[in-house]
């Protein structure tokens, strides 16, 4: 039976691969066709283009050559009239000349003679160039494109640059960053920049088209490197691709990676939290007129409101836990379970920590009076208070006339004489029997408890006047992990209320 099922889950999973497939290669069909009418509407424009120089040029040139013949032919002309001015006074020169001859008087043929003479030596003829200014040739206005020719028949399609190799050894995912390196499969100068593209995704096979989150892009990217920072692993892959670019045109992608980035994600367990906390996703605000409407507490009203209650003495529940009827730790983490109530001003995290290393962070409001930071067991009584109970461990910050700073468990303190951070960082190693808080900012140890868990874990935030801010979807930082190599925490505080739970 237990083979069968095997069986039948890897023949679902082959065949959820395959349908992916098949959308992907669908999918590339129209790529195809949608890009190759793409490409086919912008050869078209470069042509169009191209002709449209061509014609402009023809216009131009032609316009020249016929400014060419205008001038030729005016100039031809001029001289024509000028030929014909000459023509027609020499002419008459000659018949003046002819009427000379008949005259008989020798003194008067030689007046005549005198002044044709002289009118010959100023007549425009004798001065008038007999060879045309232009020539008919206009052989300067020819045009040779035969060299234009051979480039326009060598035109190809662009070089498209070839798609980048993703080095995956190289790449790096530590801190809630990303480090992807790539490199070309051959040398081209010609690259000018890449393009990276990114998408969260819960599947580690090949990125799938339907129920995705879109790419996103970081353009101009000159290196063969590049570190996407401040990202929120709450999925447990990252995909991630790469293009080349030239001056262009834009490369195929590389083939996608898929690199984990598993980390703990919880949001605040709304359904559980006390009436007096004000509850979001990852945001918690004490609210001291939600819980007006909750029922007095074993007949007694709160007489001491205006006191701090998260100092006073614990109230436990006898009502039993409910039991839970699923393995999810979700699911698990919300079902069931009673509202807290009281001075117990307690919001849990909905998802629980059952293995493994975790981390996350907390920022409280810088008047926030009073706030507790920790984990517990699964089913707290609705009057327990963090850090009061031998199933509860925490880090206890009270701002309520004087601050002090003390680390909590089963109802014993520890003061931590050291300055409160801002943000403080949880760091719990489920399977190591750690639970260690930090300054977030300077990741200086603030102290750690050393147990043995018995129970699957919930994050835990008490507070009273003030609110507080949950970053999840961290990694374990690496200053964190380096500082778990030294033995007993050094740098900070190691509980000595630590008991085997």
Known sequence: METLQRIVSTLVNKNDEIHNFIDMLNHTISNVQVNSSNAISELDEEFDGLYSVLHEMKGSMANTIQQEEARKIQALQDQLSQCSHALESSEELLELAVQSLDIKNPVELLEAARQIKDSVTVASAFRLSLKPKVSDSMTHMMVDFALEKRMLQAVKFLPVPKAPEIDVAACLVADNCITISWR???????????????????????????????????????????????????????????????????????????????????????????????????????????????????????????????????????????????????????????????????????????SGQHYWEVRAQKDCKSYSVGVTYRNPGKFDQLGKTNSSWCIHINNWLQTTFSAKHNNKAKTLDIPVPDRIGVYCDFDGGQLSFYNASSKALLHTFRTKFTQPLLPGFMIWCGGLTVST?????????????????LGGSTSSLNNVA
Not at 325 to 342: H, K, L, V, W, Y
Not at 473 to 489: C, D, H, I, R, Y
Request: with cysteine.
């Open 184 to 354: 070309m499969p051959e040398e081209d100068s010609r690259i000018d920049h890449f393009v990276l593209e990114y998408r969260k995704t819960n599947f580690d096979g090949l990125p799938r088209l339907k129920g995705e989150q879109h790419w996103e892009l970081v353009d101009y990217i000159k290196a063969t490197q590049y570190t996407l920072s401040g990202l929120k692993f709450d999925t447990k892959y990252m995909n991630l691709r790469v293009q080349a670019c030239n001056k262009a045109v834009a490369g195929e992608y590389s083939d996608p990676v898929t690199l984990e980035t598993k980390a703990f994600v919880f949001s605040l367990d709304s359904s559980s939290s006390h009436l007096n906390l004000k509850v979001e996703d990852s945001y918690v605000e004490w609210d001291p007129t939600g819980g007006k409407g909750q029922e007095k507490i074993k007949g007694k009203e709160n007489k001491n409101s205006g006191q701090n209650p998260l100092l006073k003495s614990n109230r436990r529940s006898n009502a039993a836990s409910p039991k839970r009827s699923t393995n999810s730790p979700r699911a698990s983490a919300r079902g069931g379970r009673d509202r807290f109530a009281g001075e117990s001003y307690t919001v849990l995290g909905d998802t629980a920590v059952e």
């Open 473 to 489: 979807g961290l990694q374990v930082p690496s200053a964190v992990k380096t500082l778990q190599k030294s033995e007993n925490g």
